[in-house]
């Protein structure tokens, strides 16, 4: 029985983050969300980050989005292009797939640190991918 | 001195609060008083004052209640009803030797990554940073220079071609060199002015209460 127990388990901790509404002054925008969701899965991590997290993440868009998670909802700026959104998006998703509701926001958490580390390789490989790269990828050195 | 310990403690207890720098938040407030609306990014859940609707051309208004420039490099950044166009800028330059990503009030973006937690920045970065349109001397003052720049400005009405626009307008300076960006034409009271939040005012009004009392207090000793 043990096992039966875990996937139990397991699923419940999977689905305690439902995805929700986008606050209010965000959009779900349909074309900005499938742009970012075919920009992470070009990614090798962006894509597990987006298997492990299917069905619990919502993409929400507002010019100068802060880049949070609340509850399953990203709140993103509204350029699903920008390699600096695709890292974003990557770097939130890792903490949506761990079930972190609440982050500590110390930089120097084993979380905090995997998590902006992942974000600096998945801007480093949108960037290479970028067949335009807007000027600012070369002013970051490669992780 | 009791009540100078009270005070510093309601100084600290303000000036702590909402300082974590957090990526997963709790949601925003169900409901906010009118006037303001629910906000959540990583200092967490608030109500903050409505973005007003009456910046002058050049900038546009931001939840807190103030106006912000609005750079821009082209006419996309800039909606339908205004256009993006060269104008003379006031800048400063600045340090930084932290990070927290890129600056969300401008579309032309630096190298930063996201907006995480801070970063610390080695070595420092010296930049010049837009604050003002220049069209007055005084809008400009030493040793911050006017160099150019893009912003979206408001289409002249009636311009359906986009070639007329409202010339940007600079915002006053203050006393101590900062520019105020509360809306024109806004008092104290209305949606979109003041940067002040109701914790700060109260605060103001319980520091003008204490040294008044403690006026009272000296005068009316023997």
Known sequence: MRPAWSVLLLSGCAHAQAPRECPAGYMTDARASTELRDALRADPEGARLLEATAGRATFCFARGGPGVLTEGALLLDDAPADPRVVARAAHLLHHLARGERVTSGDPHSADERAASELEARLFARACQRSASPPAYCNQVPPP | ?222
Not at chain 2, 20 to 34: E, L, T, Y
Not at chain 2, 58 to 68: H, K, L, P, Q, S
Not at chain 2, 128 to 151: H, I, Q, Y
Not at chain 2, 173 to 202: E, F, N, Q
């Open chain 2, 1 to 222: 001195m009791r009540w100078t310990t009270a005070l510093g403690s309601l100084v600290v207890c303000f000036a702590s609060s909402g300082s974590a720098w957090a990526d997963a938040v709790p949601p925003p407030p169900d409901n906010c008083p009118p006037g303001k609306v629910p906000v959540t990014d990583h200092r967490g859940p608030r109500c903050e004052r409505k973005a007003p609707t009456n910046c002058p051309s050049g900038w546009r208004g931001v939840v807190g209640g103030t106006c912000a420039l609005h750079q821009c490099t082209e006419d996309a950044h800039c909606g339908d009803d205004k256009v993006c166009r060269e104008v003379s800028l006031c800048y400063k330059q600045e340090t930084r030797y932290y990070t927290h990503g890129r600056n969300d009030h401008a579309p032309v973006r630096g190298p930063e990554l996201g907006m995480g937690p801070p970063m610390q920045l080695d070595p420092p970065v010296t930049e010049w940073v837009a604050f003002n349109v220049c069209d007055t001397g005084s809008a400009c003052p030493a040793p911050a220079e006017c160099r150019p720049g893009k912003l979206c400005v408001a289409k002249e009405s009636g311009s359906s071609s986009g070639s007329a626009a409202v010339p940007a307008r600079s915002m006053p300076t203050k006393a101590d060199g900062t520019v105020d960006t509360r809306p024109s034409g806004c008092g104290s009271g209305c949606a979109g002015a003041p940067a002040g939040s109701l914790p700060g005012a109260a605060l103001a009004a319980f520091v003008a209460l204490a040294f008044g009392l403690r006026r009272w207090l000296a005068a009316a000793e023997p």
